[in-house]
């Protein structure tokens, strides 16, 4: 095959399995936009949170900072810390990728979230950026188009329809982790000890929440890596 030929597939194949995220983010985002507005927060405002931050969970923490007025520098570290797993979601991705185009590298770590992570990292054979990047900004395309839409429409929906667009967020986390739970019961362990021990951690109040998503990421992270190593090592022997 020649190389613009697998240059166009990689990027068919990105932009097709961006489409399942795309139709999960619509709902949130417009979830997202409708508490915006409902909060005072400007249409302006509304986007900017959408275009330069990019993460779901963050900001709807954000805007609960902000209604009960937590000052600014305070939202700010509690999103740092709600997002810090983004750093080791960038560097796993950064080890996979085939091609390292650096004038594409920030580009493509800006638009790393949960969803495009697990689809990417879960990809059998190599990892290109002519696959990454047109499934990461599908994604992006389609939260900026909701959060829109859920502003400046949200206010006609039925009361039922937007108390049900949060329950889209956890039908697509089961989507995506579904076909890897099937695939592997080393997975499926890993996800059932990654939810009790964050649950742990969170109804502890040890930690805050945003510092027990991170100490579960890391530890269930290192126990992935040395059980999956391992099965490595038994298969090269």
Do not use: C
């Not at 190389?3 to 985002?29: M, R, T």
């Not at 080890?95 to 580009?107: F, N, S």
């Not at 996800?191 to 109804?203: D, E, F, K, Q, R």
């Amino acid at each position: 095959m020649e190389l613009g030929e697998q240059k166009l597939l990689d990027i068919k194949e990105g932009l097709k399995s961006g489409v399942p995220i795309v139709i999960g983010y619509i709902p949130i985002a417009m979830a997202f936009g409708i508490l915006a507005k409902t909060e005072g927060v400007s249409l302006l405002d509304t986007m900017l949170f959408s275009v330069l931050v990019f993460a779901g969970a963050s900001q709807f923490m954000a805007l609960n900072l902000l209604a009960v007025g937590v000052g600014a520098g305070e939202i700010i570290l509690a999103t740092l810390l709600m997002n810090f797993r983004h750093f080791l979601m960038s560097a796993s991705l950064a080890a996979k990728l085939e091609d390292r185009r650096k004038r594409w590298i920030p580009l493509a770590a800006f638009a790393v979230t949960d969803e495009t992570f697990s689809v990417a990292a879960l990809r059998q054979g190599t990892l290109t950026l002519n696959y990454l990047l047109p499934m990461e900004y599908a994604a992006y395309g389609s939260w900026l188009g909701g959060t829109a839409l859920g502003y400046l429409l949200g206010s006609a929906l039925p009361e039922l329809v937007k108390a049900s667009m949060g329950v889209a967020l956890y039908a697509m986390f089961t989507a995506i982790l579904v076909p890897a739970v099937r695939k592997s019961k080393v997975v499926t362990i890993l996800a059932l000890g990654a939810g009790i021990l964050n649950t742990v951690l969170s109804y502890s109040r040890i930690v805050t929440s945003g510092w027990s998503l991170i100490l579960t990421i890391l530890l269930v992270a290192a126990a992935g890596a040395w059980i999956f190593d391992g099965e490595e090592v038994e298969r090269d022997e």
